[in-house]
C-alpha cells in the first residue's frame, strides 16, 4: 500500500505525536499512538500484499496470490531484500507447476537475496532439487536434497525428501 520509506515516516511522525500526547499528560492517546505506529513498523518488515499472497497460496488459490503480487510495481524500490526473497519465493511456487524453467530461476533469486525462515529456505531448496532432479542433474540434486535436509530441523519434509531419493535411485 504504502512504500517502505513513507511507512518508516509516518511511523516516526506517530512516535513523535504519541511522545507530544506522553507530554500534554494524554497517556490514553499516547499509548495508542504507540500501537498504531507499531502497525507501520510491523508492515516496514512484512509487506502487507506479501501477506496476503501467502494466504491465498494457502488455500490454493494461486489466481488470487498472483493478483496480490502483481500490486507490487517495482520490488526493488518498495521492498527490503529479504521481503524481495519472499516476492519471488511466492512467484517460484506458483510457476513450478507450469514452468519448471522460470521457476528455477526464480527460486534461485530468491535463495540469492535470502529467506528469513529455514523452512522456507529448505522448501526453495527442495522445488530447486526436484527441479535439477527432472533436468537428469542428479549431483546437483543430491546436494540441494542435502542441503534441505540440514535446515529442516523439525523435520516437516522428511517424507518429500525421502521420496526424491528414491525417485533418484531410480535414474
Not at 61 to 79: Q, T, V
Not at 96 to 109: C, G, H, L, R, V
Not at 115 to 126: G, I, Q, R, Y
Amino acid at each position: 500500500m504504502f512504500n517502505k520509506n513513507i511507512k518508516v515516516v509516518i511511523a516516526g511522525l506517530l512516535i513523535a505525536a504519541a511522545i507530544w500526547q506522553f507530554i500534554e499528560g494524554e497517556i490514553g492517546n499516547g499509548i495508542f499512538l504507540i500501537l498504531l505506529s507499531g502497525i507501520f513498523i510491523f508492515l516496514y518488515f512484512k509487506n502487507e500484499f506479501i501477506l496476503l499472497a501467502f494466504l491465498k497460496l494457502r488455500k490454493q488459490d494461486f489466481e488470487g496470490a498472483k493478483k496480490w503480487l502483481d500490486k507490487i510495481k517495482d520490488p526493488k524500490k518498495a521492498l527490503t531484500s529479504k521481503q524481495q526473497g519472499y516476492y519471488w519465493y511466492l512467484h517460484g511456487l506458483m510457476v513450478s507447476q507450469t514452468n519448471i524453467t522460470q521457476a528455477e530461476k526464480y527460486f534461485k533469486k530468491a535463495i540469492r537475496l535470502g529467506l528469513s525462515m529455514d523452512h522456507d529456505l529448505a522448501m526453495a531448496k527442495l522445488n530447486l532439487a526436484g527441479i535439477a532432479m527432472t533436468k537428469r542433474r542428479k549431483r546437483e540434486a543430491t546436494i540441494l536434497l542435502n542441503e534441505a535436509k540440514k535446515l529442516d530441523k523439525h523435520g516437516m519434509m522428511n517424507d518429500q525428501i525421502r521420496m526424491m531419493k528414491e525417485q533418484m535411485k531410480k535414474i
